[in-house]
């Protein structure tokens, strides 16, 4: 994998994030409006966490975004470019995600995911996801469901030296 960095996404992502996105999720990409309101929340205090993960040369290979209200957290979403995948940086953003819920004192963090991306899935269980239900046509215009999957922070054990 190329050396990548993660940071904070900020309103001049919006574009370049906006190109991923309707690569991505072609039926049920986000809208401009959408990150714009996200974004608003991403501040010291604010319930949203949104990271960029940036190349070399500053282009911007996947982004992940959480929010975070009172002791339940959600991943709002998760995507990485078509050319980035299969390398980590999936399991990059997800960690920073799972971080930044354990750090804001969540006691769990949910997550949506279509029933047909076994990849993703398996992502989430190698990091300690358990299903929890199913969100019937959650995903419009498409009508797929969701799955529904939770981590407990309770059972996890994320210390300093993990993070090594």
């Avoid at 401009?32 to 282009?59: C, I, N």
């Avoid at 354990?102 to 279509?114: D, H, I, K, T, W």
């Amino acid at each position: 994998m190329s050396r990548l960095a993660l940071r904070p996404m900020r309103w001049w992502d919006i574009e370049p994030v906006m190109e991923l996105e309707l690569q991505l999720f072609p039926e049920d990409a986000w809208s401009r409006g959408m990150y714009w309101s996200e974004l608003a929340e991403a501040h010291p205090g604010g319930s949203r966490h949104y990271t960029v993960a940036v190349t070399e040369d500053g282009a911007i290979a996947g982004y992940a975004g959480l929010m975070a209200i009172g002791d339940e957290s959600d991943v709002q979403t998760i995507a990485v470019a078509d050319q980035h995948q299969g390398r980590g940086l999936g399991a990059l953003l997800l960690t920073d995600l799972i971080t930044e819920s354990a750090r804001r004192g969540c006691a769990e963090l949910l997550l949506e995911v279509r029933v047909d991306n076994a990849r993703a899935q398996g992502l989430y269980e190698r990091h300690g996801f358990v299903p929890v239900g199913i969100r019937r046509g959650y995903y419009q215009p498409a009508n797929v469901d969701a799955l529904v999957m939770r981590l407990d922070h309770q059972t996890t054990n994320h210390t300093e030296e993990d993070h090594g």
